[in-house]
T-cell receptor
Framework: GAVVSQHPSWVICKSGTSVKIECRSL??????MFWYRQFPKQSLMLMAT?????????EQGVEKDKFLINHASLTLSTLTVTSAHPEDSSFYIC???????????FGPGTRLTVT | GQNIDQPTEMTATEGAIVQINCTYQ??????LFWYQQHAGEAPTFLSY??LDGLEEKGRFSSFLSRSKGYSYLLLKELQMKDSASYLC??????????WGAGTKLIIKP
């Protein structure tokens, strides 16, 4: 149980375009979903926390107008990278917490390359 | 501020035992996680400790001392596939996960 999927697993886009990444909890209801970014050889960096039906809470230094997060249902959250630039190239990972809220279940990640 | 320290890199031999330490200073404590992350993949859950003591799960064990702000992950009978980064993460008083930078474990034959 507790499976989280992400789509796409990798994407290449041109600078200036927008990319949407989906995160789904497949067999449980996720009241809270988290979006992380990880640059090579670095640890996970939390970008934002989203609760179903409410606005996401962004970490300091993360541009909310650039990284749009929508958590419209208990099983789906989306991250849209708007006007992507090469420096946005990174490994984006989502995780979901169930009603108990302590353990996070991670998706497989999405590798974004902006050319 | 909140801080989690773990060694950057460790090397061990196949079949041996290795202990990865994690010390933390956080605002509140609601448990500590260990995750394994292979290169290019998302983290996978290894253990969760909220009470003091040792929890054993197969070849992996995790220890916690809340009074010392200290945990370790013990890996026995090391296999080549154990080469990965091991992430320590603490749940603070706001139930936020505070992540360590990870320890890269290199297993040599």
């Amino acid at each position: 149980g507790a499976v989280v999927s992400q789509h796409p697993s990798w994407v290449i886009c041109k600078s200036g375009t927008s990319v949407k990444i989906e995160c789904r909890s497949l067999d449980f209801q996720a009241t809270t979903m988290f979006w992380y970014r990880q640059f090579p050889k670095q640890s996970l960096m939390l970008m934002a926390t989203s609760n179903e039906g409410s606005k996401a809470t962004y970490e300091q230094g993360v541009e909310k107008d650039k990284f749009l997060i929508n958590h419209a249902s208990l099983t789906l959250s989306t991250l849209t990278v708007t006007s992507a630039h090469p420096e946005d190239s990174s490994f984006y990972i989502c995780s979901a917490a169930d009603l108990q809220g302590v353990e996070q279940y991670f998706g497989p990640g999405t590798r974004l390359t902006v050319t | 501020g909140q801080n989690i320290d773990q060694p950057t890199e460790m090397t061990a031999t196949e079949g041996a035992i290795v202990q990865i330490n994690c010390t933390y200073q956080t605002s509140g404590f609601n448990g500590l996680f260990w995750y394994q992350q292979h290169a290019g993949e998302a983290p996978t859950f290894l253990s969760y400790n909220v009470l003091d003591g040792l929890e054993e799960k197969g070849r992996f064990s995790s220890f916690l001392s809340r009074s010392k702000g200290y945990s370790y992950l013990l890996l026995k009978e090391l296999q080549m596939k154990d080469s990965a980064s091991y992430l320590c993460a603490v749940v603070d008083s706001n139930y936020q996960l505070i992540w360590g930078a990870g320890t890269k474990l290199i297993i040599k034959p």
